[in-house]
């Protein structure tokens, strides 16, 4: 835990802290994110894109009982599902279009509360198969909650610093909208494959394994990449991306 609020990038964060509560309470999967007073919910994917991660951000979230919770008070909770189950969750359409698919059982989600704007959340799961949570997962869940609220405190202003960092990114590729929004003449061959695939939201990991390459080469590659495309992170790349013209993308 110590790591991860001292990691670099939000997706560091996410992977070095949920590893760690993962194993703490034997859950099969814990998630990190915020929930915005906007009205809007930003998983931290920890193992490259998720798509029910990128699914429940779109607007499922909005079903969620949890994030409900969460837009009705201004109070932190530590909840297990139980303690917001009337009954009926399992005929609702979150239950039927989220929940349900993705071999979810049990779980415990707490909500914490780090400025007017935000607030961070962990979701430790259970999937078919696994027992419930009990009263004593719920009562370790309590007993790191003063780190994971450091950590989600960390998470956020890291977050921030990413999606500002963005901007500027994305503005300075607007200016140069003129065919070489993203300098892509000065990639080789492949950091281009690299740079395409980490537009598309790929991780090292898993582009390492698309184009038969190790590890430690794609992130080589990376760093050249960020050198020569004036970007310092992958939401940088891609927020470039976004703002460049169609013609001038990968």
């Given at each position: 835990?110590?790591?991860?609020?001292?990691?670099?990038?939000?997706?560091?964060?996410?992977?070095?802290?949920?590893?760690?509560?993962?194993?703490?309470?034997?859950?099969?999967?814990?998630?990190?994110?915020?929930?915005?007073?906007?009205?809007?919910?930003?998983?931290?994917?920890?193992?490259?894109?998720?798509?029910?991660?990128?699914?429940?951000?779109?607007?499922?979230?909005?079903?969620?009982?949890?994030?409900r919770r969460f837009a009705n008070t201004r109070q932190d909770f530590l909840l297990p599902?139980?303690?917001?189950?009337?009954?009926?969750?399992?005929?609702?359409?979150?239950?039927?279009?989220?929940?349900?698919?993705?071999?979810?059982?049990?779980?415990?989600?707490?909500?914490?509360?780090?400025?007017?704007?935000?607030?961070?959340?962990?979701?430790?799961?259970?999937?078919?198969?696994?027992?419930?949570?009990?009263?004593?997962?719920?009562?370790?869940?309590?007993?790191?909650?003063?780190?994971?609220?450091?950590?989600?405190?960390?998470?956020?202003?890291?977050?921030?610093?990413?999606?500002?960092?963005?901007?500027?990114?994305?503005?300075?590729?607007?200016?140069?909208?003129?065919?070489?929004?993203?300098?892509?003449?000065?990639?080789?061959?492949?950091?281009?494959?690299?740079?395409?695939?980490?537009?598309?939201?790929?991780?090292?990991?898993?582009?390492?394994?698309?184009?038969?390459?190790?590890?430690?080469?794609?992130?080589?590659?990376?760093?050249?990449?960020?050198?020569?495309?004036?970007?310092?992170?992958?939401?940088?790349?891609?927020?470039?991306?976004?703002?460049?013209?169609?013609?001038?993308?990968?």
């Amino acid at each position: 835990m110590a790591a991860a609020a001292m990691a670099s990038s939000t997706e560091e964060i996410s992977a070095t802290f949920t590893a760690a509560a993962s194993g703490l309470l034997a859950c099969d999967r814990a998630y990190v994110g915020l929930y915005l007073r906007d009205h809007s919910s930003v998983t931290i994917d920890d193992r490259g894109p998720d798509p029910w991660n990128r699914n429940y951000d779109a607007h499922l979230y909005r079903q969620d009982p949890f994030f409900r919770r969460f837009a009705n008070t201004r109070q932190d909770f530590l909840l297990p599902l139980a303690a917001l189950d009337t009954g009926d969750f399992q005929r609702t359409a979150y239950y039927r279009d989220f929940y349900e698919p993705s071999q979810s059982f049990d779980e415990i989600t707490g909500v914490f509360n780090l400025d007017t704007k935000a607030a961070g959340y962990i979701t430790f799961l259970r999937f078919r198969g696994a027992p419930a949570f009990g009263p004593q997962d719920l009562a370790l869940a309590e007993a790191i909650s003063g780190a994971t609220r450091l950590v989600l405190k960390q998470l956020w202003l890291q977050w921030r610093s990413e999606e500002q960092m963005a901007i500027r990114c994305g503005e300075e590729a607007d200016h140069e909208r003129n065919g070489s929004a993203l300098r892509l003449s000065r990639l080789s061959t492949r950091e281009r494959q690299i740079a395409d695939l980490l537009i598309d939201g790929g991780s090292a990991k898993s582009i390492s394994r698309s184009l038969a390459i190790s590890p430690g080469t794609v992130r080589n590659h990376i760093k050249k990449v960020y050198a020569k495309l004036g970007c310092h992170s992958q939401v940088e790349l891609m927020a470039a991306a976004r703002v460049a013209e169609p013609a001038t993308l990968p």
